[in-house]
């Protein structure tokens, strides 16, 4: 690996930490504080308008139903989330955000909207365009990468693992 591509990775993965601990701070702070950021981020993946089932909101999550059975049982308990059987099947379990969910739901959505002003603000309309059309192109290429390991699950879970110590190791610190 020359300098260049050394300086690339480096930094890719210290962006990726540091919004994870930027994300995790903010809701330290905020009104939210019992929330953690995996559970914002199951907030996120029910949406604050229309209720989903438990198999939509997993897929997008990419995690098993049995996984995200546990997240929303404890954000019930903590009043963010709302279970109900669907009307026409009642065998189908819907949920959706409370108004405290969907409050929440509404400042994390800030802080995304806030770190994007703040990294294009000081560019001008055609250096935006450049920066946005650069982080499309990694964007895809992660994207293609994560599509190419979908299929082997052990690699899947490893990737998993390692995001997982990661985190673990900055909260430590």
């Known amino acids: 690996m020359n300098d260049r591509e050394q300086k690339m990775a480096d930094s890719l993965v210290s ?10 701070k903010s809701l330290q702070k ?10 914002m981020h199951t907030l996120d993946a029910i949406g604050p308008y229309e209720s989903r089932t438990m198999t939509e909101t997993a897929q997008i ?15 019930v308990k903590k009043g963010y989330v709302e ?19 969907k409050l929440a739901a509404r400042m994390h959505g800030k802080f995304h909207k806030v770190l994007a002003k703040h ?15 650069l982080v499309t192109d990694v964007e895809d290429y ?15 879970q490893t990737a998993k693992n390692v995001a997982a110590d990661v985190r673990r190791r900055k909260k430590n610190d």
């Open 15 to 24: 962006i990726f930490e540091k919004v994870l601990v930027a994300e995790e």
């Open 30 to 39: 905020d009104y939210f504080k019992n929330l953690s950021l995996a559970e």
């Open 61 to 75: 999550l990419d995690i098993t139903v049995g996984t995200l059975t546990v997240a929303v049982d404890r954000l």
């Open 83 to 101: 279970r109900c059987r669907d009307e026409k099947d009642r065998r189908v379990v819907r949920i959706s955000l409370t108004r405290e969910g």
């Open 119 to 133: 990294i294009l603000e000081p560019y001008d309309e055609q250096e935006q365009d450049m920066l946005l059309g």
């Open 142 to 156: 992660l994207n293609t990468q994560v599509a190419r390991y979908d299929n082997n699950s052990d690699t899947k």
